[in-house]
């Protein structure tokens, strides 16, 4: 408990930091990187230290407050100008997450179906016994949760040491779309503007998105300017309404996958009354369709001709028909595209990614403010958002997915394998040149008995909990409590609903527990240090791949060697002896993370991701990259790529210029792609379409705000959202238990009639967060031909009363 | 026993919503503090995380309120709710 001196303290302090955001006339403050902190209260053994949230893809910077080895407050960072201050409900939280009863504390091994407590080195020995008995049936999954050294790490340990690609993380179901649209319109990934887009646009779309729940800090930022006077149009293209809806000016309410259409009607009518901006497709773009066999992210080249001619029958009464949206809305919307005088952001997240056509309606609404020109200018910008913290830094960027090495390299050719060898000081030919499994059919594979063809048969898993975030969990992850021969590794910090399959299950340090770097949405690479220990003998997950490696070094793993025989992970002192980093009681005798990003830091040049030194971060609240050192040793960063006004990679004498693209002209892509109708779609058997998605109080699959007491009060359980007259038609009562059920599965939820979101009638919404509820055994795990990105935003379900089905049939 | 200082966002001048003001003098716990266009600083002193949400609950649903925003909190402990799911409890 507080003292009362201490209650005092912190509530001046309190009053002190509320105070200072109200000033500057009302409006947020305007802040620096390298801005102190210093009316946060100090002394009697408190002290302050700078961290990304740990939550969302946002990256808003929280001020730690530790004490007695204890995080004991949480205070928005002003010096972040992400945030500027400001904090949501689970960032506010943040903190508490740390001290959940259950946290894991020591290594278990489960024995004869019971879990017992080991020690770490027999748990070490055990993973490394497996991987070195068949190394190339062994996968790594992690997720946007790695650090960006945990990322690299696991990255190197895999397709350098192992020569196993089978390495892929969980944000292939988040933003694996988001990623390939990127690459198909612009040769490299990422986006283009910044968060500055959302202080500086007139029209805000928001497609499939919605953040005023998902991403509230960041949506703040622009009702603030509405509560200062300033006009922002906001128009909500959704599947439901949702509170971004409260906040529009329009709601567009479209039909599953009708994004597709009004994107390309949207095009069509830029076309057809001439105001597309011909000035900027005629010097920065060129038109691309779909090949007509074996379809690439490459493409073809069409003419502007045959583009006009592909999208000529995407008219508005024909868009209507596929989406839903009337006529005179799509013309609405091409004439804000049309108008060069307004600037216009689009924003989209799982809406777009989650999503059998991820890709093509990625890269149409890239198409969408290429062809009007609206592109480039602060508040001109198409932007996706991720969902956790370090889906951009780990996996984008570190690259740690089937097919990726880091820099942006590809483990299928050639020369980018022998560049990374060539970093890695790895013999030539060490890695591997066949892309590994991506995260469904990684799954399908561990779950697949052995004789059956599945070959993946250990399986180690870090900072994600696939037990109930992947699709269609009977097929991809239930089946394998019958399989003996498979072998699940979890590290965790809380029992999770994949830890319940697990063979062993490793304790985690979290968050301020270690040192850590994230890169958030807008390419801001953030670090930290460690602040407090963790419990027990929880470790970090980067130490856990490095012991495991320098086990196989111990062992004989010719791979855990470089070209000098030195360990691959080797670290030096000054004097140039080795420290033992593969001893937890050594780990923290440097900074393992310092000299795992910089060697990392040597592949961004590659696709113009500079980043500063190590050091620049730790002084900063994070920089956008790239991050380039200029004449006086300073490192500047970059708000908007591809426009000479700020980006230093631009070519002298060009306004704009997209210096990876695809067809090495300096050009982006604008793509045709037909629309195609959803792969299933509701029938007379499962009538509705079922959504999934997030709520506000809970992250993800709520293993950290479930343990918080006042989140979990503010939203305890999943629920099935339903349309009243739905709800009336079925005799179906407002908070009444049903099964929703699809082809693949089932789970009984609450109904929730016009509750926060409110689906339209032939629609339901469940979010994902309840570990007790599982929706995921019911979505669909076809996922988009080129992301490999499965949909959970559609599939056909039914709601059925419980009262209606006997016992028999419910337990089956 | 949380202190949170938090900034009230209102759809006009602060001066202009004499009920939402009435309102947070009446309630023990807060403490007002600047004010600055339409943007009121408080500090809220609860007895318990509980107590500490049905205020923000109802701060939020204060007509005229269009944004509750966190600029600090403080904490001693979670009083995490009992959970007697299986997935819990499987060690």
Excluded at chain 1, 183 to 205: F, H, K, M, R, S
């Amino acid at each position: 408990m507080m003292d009362s001196k201490r209650r005092r303290f912190l509530k001046s302090a309190a009053m002190a930091a509320a105070g200072s955001l109200v000033t500057s006339n009302g409006s947020l403050p305007i802040v620096h990187a390298d801005q102190a902190v210093d009316d946060l209260p100090t002394g009697d053994g408190l002290v302050w230290n700078k961290a990304p949230c740990r939550f969302c893809g946002t990256g808003c910077h929280v001020q730690v407050g530790v004490e007695a080895g204890r995080v004991v407050a949480i205070a928005g960072d002003k010096a972040a100008d992400v945030n500027k201050g400001l904090l949501c409900v689970k960032g506010y939280h943040v903190g508490g997450i740390l001290y959940g009863k259950d946290r894991l504390t020591k290594p278990l091994l489960r024995k004869q179906g019971k879990l017992t407590e080991i020690g770490w080195d027999e748990a070490i020995e055990i993973i490394a016994q497996r991987i070195l008995d068949s190394p190339e049936t062994f996968a790594f999954y992690g997720s946007g949760q790695w650090t960006i050294p945990e990322g690299y790490a696991a990255q190197k340990f895999m397709k350098g040491g192992l020569g196993n690609n089978h390495i892929d993380p969980n944000a292939r179901l988040c933003m694996a779309s988001a990623v390939t649209g990127f690459i198909a319109t612009y040769g490299v990934d990422e986006p283009a503007g910044c968060y500055q887009d959302l202080d500086e646009c007139d029209i805000l779309i928001t497609w499939g998105n919605n953040p005023a729940e998902m991403h509230p800090v960041l949506f703040s930022r622009v009702t603030d300017r509405r509560s200062r006077g300033e006009q922002v149009t906001i128009i909500d293209i959704g599947t439901r309404r949702t509170r971004t809806t409260d906040a529009a000016n329009e709601y567009l309410e479209m039909k599953p996958h009708g994004d597709v259409a009004i994107a390309l009607g949207i095009m069509h009518l830029l076309i057809e009354n001439d105001n597309y901006d011909k000035s900027f497709v005629e010097k920065h773009c060129n038109f691309r369709g779909a090949e007509a066999v074996k379809p690439t992210l490459q493409g073809e080249q069409i003419s502007e001709t045959e583009f006009r001619k592909r999208i000529a029958k995407y008219t508005p009464g024909h868009v209507e028909q596929l989406s839903g949206i009337p006529a005179d809305k799509i013309r609405m919307l091409a004439d804000l595209f049309g108008n060069p005088g307004i600037r216009i952001t689009s924003l989209w997240c799982m809406g777009m990614n989650q999503h059998t056509m991820g890709t093509a309606i990625n890269s149409l609404v890239h198409g969408v403010h290429l062809l009007s020109g609206h592109f480039g200018r602060p508040g001109d910008a198409p932007t996706s958002l991720t969902g956790q913290p370090s889906a951009c830094g780990t996996v984008r960027e570190v690259g740690t997915l089937a097919h990726a090495l880091p820099g942006g390299r590809l483990v299928a050719k050639p020369e980018h394998r022998q560049q990374c060898e060539g970093y890695w000081n790895l013999k030539p030919g060490s890695i591997n040149e066949t892309p590994g499994y991506h995260t469904v059919k990684m799954f399908e594979q561990f779950t697949k008995p052995t004789s059956e063809g599945g070959d993946i048969t250990t399986l180690f898993v870090q900072v994600t909990n696939p037990g109930q975030t992947l699709p269609n969990l009977n097929a991809l992850f239930n089946d394998k409590k019958n399989l003996e021969d498979k072998f699940l590794i979890v590290s965790e910090v809380y029992p999770t609903a994949t830890t319940q399959l697990a063979d062993l299950i490793l304790p985690a340090a979290m968050w301020v527990e270690k040192n850590g770097v994230f890169g958030n949405s807008e390419r801001r690479t953030q670090q930290w240090f460690k602040m407090v220990d963790p419990p027990g003998e929880a470790r970090d997950d980067c130490w856990m791949t490095i012991a495991v490696a320098h086990k196989l070094f111990e062992m004989g793993h010719e791979g855990m060697r470089d070209q000098d025989g030195e360990f691959i992970f080797a670290v030096k002192d000054d004097e140039g002896n080795e420290i033992p980093i593969w001893e937890f009681e050594h780990y923290y005798d440097t900074n393992v993370d310092k000299h795992l990003f910089e060697e990392y830091r040597q592949f961004t040049t590659m696709k113009h991701k500079n980043l500063a030194p190590y050091d620049e971060y730790v002084k900063a609240r994070g920089l956008r990259w790239p991050v380039v050192e200029q004449d006086d040793g300073s490192w500047r960063e970059t708000r908007f790529r591809f426009a000479a006004f700020d980006d230093p990679f631009v070519s002298e004498g060009q306004d704009f210029d997209f210096y990876h693209s695809s067809t090495e002209d300096g050009r982006a892509q604008i793509w045709f792609h037909d629309y195609a109708p959803p792969p299933e779609q509701p029938d007379d058997e499962f009538p509705y379409w079922l959504c999934t998605g997030r709520v506000l109080e809970h992250w993800h699959t709520g293993t950290m705000t479930r343990r918080l007491a006042p989140l979990n009060r503010a939203m305890p359980t999943a629920y099935v959202e339903m349309h009243a007259d739905d709800a009336k038609a079925a005799n179906i009562r407002q908070g009444e238990t049903v099964l929703i059920e699809s082809r693949r599965g089932s789970c009984e939820l609450p109904v929730w009639i016009d509750g926060r979101g409110r689906p339209p009638r032939g629609t339901i919404f469940v979010p994902f967060f309840d570990e007790t509820k599982l929706i995921n055994r019911c979505t669909l795990e076809l996922h988009d031909p080129f992301s490999k990105q499965p949909d959970y935003k559609k599939c056909a379900a039914r709601v059925v009363k419980m009262a209606a089905k006997s016992v028999a049939e419910v337990q089956q | 026993m949380p202190i949170s200082g938090l900034v009230i966002t209102f759809d006009s001048a602060v001066h202009d919503q004499p009920e939402a003001i009435e309102f947070l003098r009446h309630v023990s716990e807060i403490e007002m503090g600047q004010a600055a266009g339409n943007k009121l600083a408080i500090v809220i002193e609860s007895k318990s995380k509980r107590r500490d949400q049905e205020i923000w609950n109802a701060i939020r649903a204060l007509t005229g309120v269009i944004d509750l925003a966190v600029a600090l909190v403080a904490f001693d402990e979670d009083n995490e709710l009992e959970n007697n799911n299986p997935i819990r409890n499987q060690t």
